[in-house]
């Protein structure tokens, strides 16, 4: 009788020390587990090493520019601060703008919102090769990024005068993370580009937007502009979202004239604001 009182005393005590590993492995675990913004990050890294294996561009492209390297401070704080965790709509633009993004490591963000609304802040290095018309002068930079001049007041706007609340349920990615400019300094988008070398450029990107939305675990995407639009009409992985598309914010693009306006119609239109006031 005494021995099996024994026993049992030795098997409460083996199983409460069993639980309490459990739990300090569990504690331990959780005080180790990556950041969410840092899984994103990750996958825009591995995008990044593709994209650096493809040596065959065409003559066209003199220069190749990749914020996410060389502005990675800010992009990094931009990840840190905005994105926490899942997200229910995630909006997409085709790559950074050259007073935007090229500058800040933000997609759109022209440098009064980066710096003065988001306060962000952090070192903006160099390009590998700088064309003379297409320097980086990151948050010191003077000219504002038109795109991002329009769909960052507007999202605040919507999101009663606070991209906190904005950002609460919705972030905003680029699908490509490069610039391309010609010997003269001209912009070349990923939607110009040509031949096999675009469609490469199209596979590896989509390949990573689509594990990114899963990360994300979003409902709806918002292609910002048609070219992005096209592309995730190609990706089965991406059917099971609702998918939209906003009119690009640039001044360049066809009919876009009164763009703030006309896009706060096709917000409410598309029923996004309690996605963007944070109130789903």
């Known amino acids: 009788m005494l021995k099996r009182k024994l026993q049992n005393q030795a098997k409460t005590k083996e199983n409460k020390t069993l639980k309490n590993d459990s739990a300090d492995e569990s504690r331990t675990s959780s005080l ?63 790559n950074p703008g050259a007073n935007g993004m090229g500058q800040t490591g933000v997609p759109f963000g022209n440098i009064t919102t980066v710096r003065d609304i988001m306060q962000l802040s952090g070192l903006v290095e160099q390009p590998h090769e700088t064309h003379p018309k297409r320097p980086v002068n990151g948050l010191q930079h003077t000219t504002e990024e038109p795109s991002g001049k329009r769909l960052w007041p ?62 994300v675990n979003c409902e709806i995407v918002v292609a910002v502009g048609d070219y992005v639009f096209q592309c995730l009409k190609k990706s089965e992985n991406c059917q099971t979202k609702r998918i939209m598309k906003l009119p690009h914010p640039s001044p360049r693009a066809v009919g876009n004239q009164n763009w703030p306006e006309k896009a706060d119609k096709w917000f409410h239109k598309e029923q996004l604001l309690p996605y963007i006031r944070g109130e789903l």
């Open 32 to 94: 180790f587990a990556k950041p969410f913004w840092q899984k994103f990050y990750e996958i825009e890294l591995e995008l990044n090493e593709k994209l650096s294996k493809m040596t065959k561009k065409p003559p066209a492209i003199q220069y190749i520019y990749n914020p996410v390297e060389y502005a990675k401070e800010v992009h990094c704080e931009y990840l840190r601060k905005y994105l926490n965790g899942c997200k229910k709509v995630l909006f997409v633009g085709m």
């Open 154 to 215: 507007l999202l605040e706007k919507l999101a009663d005068g606070s991209l906190d609340t904005f950002f609460k349920q919705c972030f905003v990615h680029n699908f490509c993370p490069l610039m391309y400019f010609d010997k003269h300094g001209k912009n070349i988008t990923p939607s110009e580009l040509k031949g096999d070398y675009k469609q490469e450029i199209l596979h590896v990107c989509l390949e990573t937007l689509e594990s990114l939305i899963q990360l």
